[in-house]
């Protein structure tokens, strides 16, 4: 059992932004952002001795020798997308719980903006997605090329059995946007949206508008992890790993044949990390939803027990997931107005509520958050974090 | 040495393994899904064996080219070269009355013309010199 044996003890974060670009390489932002997050847990770099790179973006070796791991004894690479930065918590936790790590590094980050875009790669690179070949193969040469158009089909087929409606995928643009205005770092801090600017952006790929879709960033993050006796030593107030899952839809690599259509990663993780927890959704104090395209929030509310399927559109209306709401849902603003940091700002916000540390856009007592991750054509992580 | 600005190349399958096979099919004028030759399910996209069974013992069956429209997207902005002069365009998935289902379009349709469970029956499109593409039309129920 894995509750609260592991701790998420420091947290790193670089500025991130648009345009020029960064100035600096995928690499160096990394490790900026963990040596920011080394630092922030009280620890030297050398004492890392697990790592634990995001996918395609950083080899645990590059790290090692560039922070000067000497002792590097656990490495390994999910290959789960954005669903990584939260399935690799569990990892890190099932490592220090079981000895074969003492302090894990889970660092990612990217110029999302000013170099390779995912709407090319996606595309250009077969390697870069575990359905990589079938995508070539039967997506591709009928023009669907990229993530936002993958996961419209999902949405349009929930639109239709549910009746979801465009206005409620517009909700949930609008409340990480409202986040976005008390969180100074966010890029669309000091830019507000309406609904009706909010139905009036350009469409990409119905029903995905402009403003359904992240924010492609230069930026990174990152977090360390250690077990919980060895937390209670270090600086920062623990964050403890109440429970945490990862899974996938099945086929994980196809989306279009699924025989539930609607179901997800998180279907089956979720259970067992609410399950492992010991609590229910409705004991979190807010949640960070892994928030690539908005329909993907209703999604995962719905598929992590927040809400019944097709329950979701109504869930996040009338301020359902805004600070004072029923559960606060990106304080950050997320990946639509904070910035996409892969889902590792998703981790870092979540460690910042349950700190206290949260200023302005601090959930009141915070003392549970759930945070999720989604990756490649819907595998999904969760935990279940206290303070 | 030539300026020539060489259009984006669209992008095609590969005709080799199960993919070439699926698609030497279509070249042919067939639309043929794999079928377990053991539990008589059919699967799209190609596997190696059936999961449902088991069985490596599968045979390429034909489809009665008729389905049903399950869901779309209309792209209205180009994500990938190749269709930048293309759009507005929309990708649909049709479920086929063998209960399989593909990634498709729907030719002489525009998105707001599609309807969930329109039928639709299969029309081969040679998509250059060496592939056709199963592309669908509408029909009668």
Known sequence: ?387 | MSETRHAPTRPLPEMSGLSGEFYGWCNQGELRFQRCTHCERWRHVPREICAHCGSFEWSWQRSSGHGRVFSWTEVVRALHPAFGNATPYAPVIVEMDEGVRVLTRVLDCAADQLRMDMPVAVEFVAASDAVRLPYFRRRDA
């Open chain 1, 1 to 387: 059992m894995l509750r609260d044996q592991a701790c998420i003890v420091g947290i790193g974060e670089t500025a991130v932004c648009r345009k020029p670009g960064s100035g600096l390489s995928a690499t160096a932002l990394q490790l900026k952002a963990a040596l920011a997050a080394i630092a922030d847990a009280g620890l030297e770099p050398s004492q890392i001795d697990g790592i634990l790179p995001f996918p395609n973006l950083g080899k645990s070796e590059v790290f090692a020798a560039s922070l000067g791991c000497a002792n590097l004894r656990f490495a390994a690479t999910l290959h789960m997308g954005g669903a990584m930065p939260v399935a690799a918590l569990r990892l890190a936790a099932m490592a220090v719980a079981s000895g074969a790590a003492k302090h894990v590094l889970v660092p990612g980050g990217w110029n999302g903006y000013s170099g390779a875009r995912v709407r090319e790669t996606s595309s250009t690179d077969v390697a870069s997605i575990p359905g990589g070949e079938i995508a070539r193969d039967f997506y591709l040469p009928f023009g669907l090329t990229a993530p936002p158009q993958w996961y419209a089909l999902m949405a349009r087929r929930h639109m239709h059995e549910f009746g979801t409606t465009e206005a409620q995928l517009g909700a949930v643009a609008i409340a990480m946007r409202r986040h976005a205005q008390l969180n100074p770092a966010a890029l669309m801090h000091g830019k507000p949206l309406a609904m009706d600017e909010y139905l009036a952006s350009p469409m990409i790929a119905s029903p995905y508008r402009l403003y359904d879709c992240s924010l492609e960033t230069d930026g990174a993050a990152a977090y360390v992890v250690t077990s919980a006796e060895r937390a209670r030593d270090l600086q920062r107030k623990p964050v403890y790993v109440m429970g945490a899952a990862a899974g996938q839809p099945y086929p994980a690599d196809e989306i279009c044949g699924r025989p539930d259509f609607h179901g997800i990663g998180l279907t089956h993780a979720a259970p067992e990390a609410f399950a492992m927890a010991g609590v229910t959704p409705a004991d979190a104090d807010f949640a960070q939803i892994y928030d690539c395209f908005t329909f993907e929030v209703i999604q995962q509310l719905e598929e992590a027990g927040f809400c019944r399927r097709g329950e979701g559109g109504g869930f996040v209306e009338n301020g359902g997931i805004e600070l004072g709401g029923k559960l606060p849902v990106n304080t950050h603003g997320g990946l639509l107005s904070h910035a996409h940091l892969l889902g590792l700002g998703h981790v870092v916000e979540a460690v910042r509520q349950l700190r206290g540390e949260a200023g302005a856009r601090q959930v009141p007592d915070a003392h549970i958050g759930v945070v999720t991750g989604w990756g490649d054509f819907g595998d999904g992580s969760i935990a279940v974090l206290r303070r």
